[in-house]
């Protein structure tokens, strides 16, 4: 079953429910939607309410002007408040980019019972001898941005940066949203 809630500023994100139990939002991160948590689902449904949400511009949810980070907090925010006034405090699981969504949410609001972030990109790295040994690659995703090559960027980002196989960043290229 579906359930739409409206954000403030007037997008309308799509929530996919199922399965029964304490209400349990899930959130998937960047190059993701709502079928990040597919092969999950079926055990966590045992347990829980699973309100599993697509972001905004992914499947039916719909999108705004301009990406924002505030905007996607708030719109957490909204999906927190329409599911804790429907089922009561709310855990929230949230992958990748979407942690750090879920991260700035929990701060804003009491309507959470847990909140569990799964590898959400924070600096978690040791420095070598006081130096960052990342400060090259962010360098050259700084330089590729500044020369408007923002394609390779983001693929330097997913391949070099984060580390991620060839396969993972065709799938990241097959679904840019």
Do not use: C, W
Not at 4 to 12: E, H, I, K
Not at 85 to 102: D, K, R
Not at 119 to 136: A, C, F, L, Q
């Amino acid at each position: 079953q579906f359930m739409f809630v409206a954000t403030p500023d007037g997008v309308t994100i799509s929530i996919i429910v199922e399965g029964s139990g304490p209400p349990l939002i899930l959130i998937s991160g960047s190059g993701d939607d709502y079928t990040r948590y597919g092969r999950v689902n079926p055990t966590l449904g045992q347990s829980f309410t699973l309100y599993n949400v697509d972001r905004r511009g992914r499947g039916q949810s719909t999108d705004g002007e301009a990406f924002s980070f505030k905007r996607e907090v708030n719109d957490l925010l909204a999906v927190i408040d329409a599911v804790h006034a429907e089922a009561g405090p709310v855990h929230m699981l949230a992958h990748s980019y979407a942690g750090l969504l879920g991260l700035e949410a929990a701060g804003r609001t009491d309507k959470l019972r847990s909140v569990l972030l799964y590898e959400p990109p924070m600096p978690y790295y040791e420095r070598i001898d006081g130096v960052d040994p990342r400060k090259p690659l962010v360098l050259t995703m700084m330089d590729l941005l500044a020369q408007g090559e923002i394609d390779e960027m983001l693929t330097f980002y997913i391949r070099d940066f984060i580390g991620s196989s060839a396969e993972a960043v065709a799938r990241q290229k097959a679904n840019p949203k």
